[in-house]
């Protein structure tokens, strides 16, 4: 497998996710960098959106889990994220997902903006970049 990767930064999106009641009753708005990597020898040979993967297609699947239904954790949301590009995109054998919540940063000491960060492989053991 190469070395080539597909990335999109700042998918943001409305959301229900965290630990208290109320986070997941007012709902915050939470970002999104994904990474996937895959071979794209062919599409920068053939210049066919058919020989990789359609980043609006991404973006619509990413935005889809942020908004959909509510998990009480980042790390529970980024992993649905993980999966179902694992799921949805066969040639891609490794994903990375960065994952922050930046409207809580109000609600912290020291400003901070809670975010995870998981790496799904088809092959068991292996990590990202």
């Avoid at 700042?10 to 960098?33: K, L």
């Amino acid at each position: 497998m190469s070395g080539d990767w597909i990335s999109v930064r700042g998918i943001r999106t409305f959301g229900h996710h965290g630990a208290t009641a109320r986070e997941r009753t007012r709902g915050q708005v939470f970002e999104a960098h994904v990474a996937l990597r895959l071979d794209l020898s062919e599409a920068s040979r053939t210049d066919r959106l058919t020989d990789t993967v359609d980043y609006a297609d991404v973006c619509r699947r990413v935005g889809r889990i942020l908004g959909g239904d509510p998990c009480r954790l980042l790390e529970a949301v980024a992993g649905r994220v993980a999966d179902e590009l694992l799921t949805a995109y066969p040639p891609v054998d490794q994903v990375v997902v960065r994952l922050w919540k930046p409207g809580v940063a109000a609600d912290l000491p020291h400003s901070g903006t809670p975010g995870v960060t998981v790496h799904r492989s088809r092959e068991a053991g292996r990590t990202g970049p």
